[in-house]
Nanobody, 128 residues
Framework: HVQLVESGGGLVQAGGSLRLSCAASERFFSSYTMGWFRQGPGKEREFVASVSGSGAYTSHADSVKGRFTISRDNAKKSVYLQMDSLKPEDTAVYYC?????????????????????WGQGTQVTVSS
């Protein structure tokens, strides 16, 4: 069972930056595709970004392309979400998610049901 712990959320002004981190307990971390999702007030959970096990392949939602960047450090068993040029509409609880796959795999996934493991979430609030 993979345990995921997010950190790095907080309050920031519009135009500012935050970096979210997610630490995983899984020994074979590089076998897992990792993703970030978010759920804003009164909204459904939505895809933000995904990174393959090797880290070579990524996918970002259109709403965050050019502003957010997902990355991972397999040696540290961690995945990151660098968020720049933040907007009030980015306000949400951000969740880290994991899906098992092949060692140093190339797959990325964008759907909620494709992920088996989830963190507790970290709040990001962007003020205008």
């Amino acid at each position: 069972h993979v345990q995921l712990v997010e950190s790095g959320g907080g309050l920031v002004q519009a135009g500012g930056s935050l970096r979210l981190s997610c630490a995983a307990s899984e020994r074979f971390f590089s076998s897992y595709t990792m993703g970030w999702f978010r759920q804003g007030p009164g909204k459904e959970r939505e895809f933000v970004a995904s990174v393959s096990g090797s880290g070579a392949y990524t996918s970002h939602a259109d709403s965050v392309k050019g502003r957010f960047t997902i990355s991972r450090d397999n040696a540290k068993k961690s995945v990151y979400l660098q968020m720049d040029s933040l907007k009030p509409e980015d306000t949400a609880v951000y969740y880290c998610a994991a899906r098992s796959g092949h060692y140093n795999g190339s797959a990325v996934y964008t759907m909620i049901f494709e992920y088996a493991y989830w963190g507790q979430g970290t709040q990001v609030t962007v003020s205008s």
